[in-house]
């Protein structure tokens, strides 16, 4: 499995900045496909999960500002973030999850500026 995730930089607070995680090594039609992130000091958490069916889970801070999506033909995962805040600054991870393993990409930084 590898997982390749790109697409973070600097943004300022309010803008915008779109994630793309390129998938290979496993049967991405069925594959259920998410994005975790990771700020300083501070624990891994999940920003949101999309299964093969397309159903989504966010958590509260990110619903209504953060797109999760997926193109099985080119398997992409995409993560459209919007409204960007200073706690969103953090290292995004593309996870691919089976039932008794996560497994994890490099990592991309997002930084929002004030």
């Known amino acids: 499995v590898q997982l390749q995730a790109s697409g973070g930089g600097l943004v300022q607070a309010g803008g915008s900045l779109r994630l793309s995680c390129a998938a290979s090594?496993?049967?991405?039609?069925?594959?259920?496909m998410g994005w975790y992130r990771q700020a300083p000091g501070k624990e891994r958490e999940l920003v949101a999960v999309i299964d093969s069916g397309g159903a989504i889970n966010y958590p509260d801070y990110v619903k209504g500002r953060f797109t999760i999506s997926r193109d099985s033909a080119k398997m992409m995962v995409y993560l459209q973030m919007n409204n960007l805040k200073p706690d969103d600054t953090a290292v995004y991870y593309c996870?691919?999850?089976?039932?008794?393993?996560?497994?994890w990409g490099q990592g991309t930084q997002v930084t929002v500026s004030s």
């Open positions: 090594g496993m049967s991405f039609r069925f594959a259920i």
């Open positions: 996870i691919y999850r089976e039932p008794d393993e996560d497994y």
